[in-house]
């Protein structure tokens, strides 16, 4: 399932308000924010993935992902703009 | 799958690898000047090509060397103003890609058929003769249809030369890709004008 990033009905941003363990089923409430990686959407987080997996080559990564390399690393430039902003 | 292959066509520079590219382009430039050593053309400027007298592949291959290296460093100086971390290798093969469209050009106005066409068109044209045969009229007919067919692929020459520019430098900005155009058209009569090129 994909995880929520924004409310369905407002569109403002979500917290977790409840943690649970699996194990003993202890459950702690509270409002926690979400880790700044969790703010990403599903595809950017999977591209700072591939990044860490592919040792921060780029061109290595543009060749699996059958992209150019200046195509992939605007696609970074991007994103750290997107992070830094969310940083602020 | 046909979508992709539209895709891979209409926007090369997202949807394929830079080594292919580079590779692509590479043959492009080659074929190129092989195209204008056999069937005897001059690529003077940019988007120019006339008929000119028989060369040396060398020859050949120095002046398209000339236009390429031109519009590259151009592009990558460009580039460099607007995008600190743009790279030549990016620029040049931005630039070959573009220049495929030239084969596509040569094909269409420099072949055979179309230049023994022209060949004997052009006495009557300059003469004023032409009588409205329909032998004529068939040349005529093929001949703005190569014409046409030339536009368009000066066209889209700098559809992707502009595409390609904007990725290498990634520009988001499209007055951009007006800079692009005026420079390489400025580029083009610079090279015209000069003639920079071996006879």
């Known amino acids: 399932m994909k995880f929520p990033l924004h409310c369905p009905a407002c569109n403002h941003e979500m917290t977790v308000v409840k943690l649970h363990c699996e194990s003993c089923h202890t459950e702690v409430a509270g409002k926690f924010g979400l880790p700044l990686f969790l703010k990403l959407e599903p595809d950017e987080q999977d591209f700072i993935m591939q990044f860490l997996l592919d040792s921060g080559s780029l061109k290595e990564m543009a060749n699996k992902m059958g992209k150019s390399y200046p195509t992939v690393r605007n696609k970074l430039d991007e994103l750290i703009d997107k992070i830094k902003l969310l940083k602020d | ?199």
């Open chain 2, 1 to 199: 799958m046909k979508t992709n292959l539209i895709s891979k066509i209409f926007y090369p520079f997202e949807n394929n690898t830079s080594n292919f590219l580079l590779i692509l382009g590479s043959c492009s430039f080659l074929i190129l000047c092989f195209l204008g050593y056999q069937w005897e053309f001059i690529s003077d400027g940019i988007i120019q090509m006339h008929m000119a007298t028989y060369k040396e592949f060398w020859k050949v291959l120095i002046n398209n060397l000339i236009n390429t290296a031109s519009l590259s460093l151009l592009m990558f100086f460009l580039a460099r103003l607007i995008y600190a971390k743009s790279r030549f290798i990016d620029v040049l093969t931005v630039v070959l890609i573009a220049q495929a469209n030239l084969v596509c050009i040569a094909l269409a106005l420099f072949n055979p058929m179309l230049k023994e066409t022209t060949q004997a068109i052009i006495p009557s044209m300059v003469n004023g003769t032409i009588k409205p045969d329909e032998g004529m009229l068939n040349q005529l007919v093929w001949l703005s249809f190569a014409a046409i067919l030339a536009l368009v692929f000066i066209l889209f020459f700098f559809f992707l030369l502009v595409q390609g520019m904007k990725i290498a430098m990634n520009s988001k900005k499209g007055y951009h890709g007006i800079i692009i155009i005026l420079m390489t058209l400025l580029l083009d009569a610079l090279l015209w004008i000069t003639r920079p090129y071996i006879n």
